[in-house]
């Protein structure tokens, strides 16, 4: 059985940073895409930041500039490095990755716990 663990949310003032991570564990033959998402108090989960196995990178708009997305393949662990946070930043943080258990199975799109993250102002 594969696990995502997330660790690093909390709350910080506008304008700080925030390191979050996220780990799979178990049975994993290979991780292609890994990415970060959030939802908002009363808003649909949303695409933040992806990454794919070969390092190439896509982010949201509101978070150009901002947000970098980095993954260890060793580790098989992503990172999402956040500056200059705002208030509309507020969310619960999801990690997602498309993994592979075998050589046999195809590939299924693991979530994360999710972990807050609040920005005040």
């Known amino acids: 059985q594969v696990q995502l663990v997330e660790s690093g949310g909390g709350l910080v003032q506008a304008g700080g940073s925030l390191r979050l991570s996220c780990a799979a564990s178990?049975?994993?033959?290979?991780?292609?895409?890994m990415g970060w998402y959030r939802q908002g108090p009363g808003k649909q989960r949303e695409l933040v930041a992806g990454?794919?196995?070969?390092?190439?990178?896509n982010y949201a708009n509101s978070v150009k500039g901002r947000f970098t997305i980095s993954r260890d393949n060793a580790k098989n662990t992503v990172y999402l490095q956040m500056i200059s946070l705002k208030p509309e930043d507020t969310a619960v943080y999801y990690c997602?990755?498309?993994?592979?258990?075998?050589?046999?199975?195809?590939?299924?799109?693991?979530w994360g716990q999710g972990t807050q993250v609040t920005v005040s102002s």
């Open positions: 997602n990755a498309d993994i592979r258990e075998n050589y046999y199975t195809g590939v299924i799109a693991y």
């Open positions: 990454i794919t196995s070969g390092g190439n990178k």
């Open positions: 178990g049975s994993i033959y290979s991780i292609n895409g």
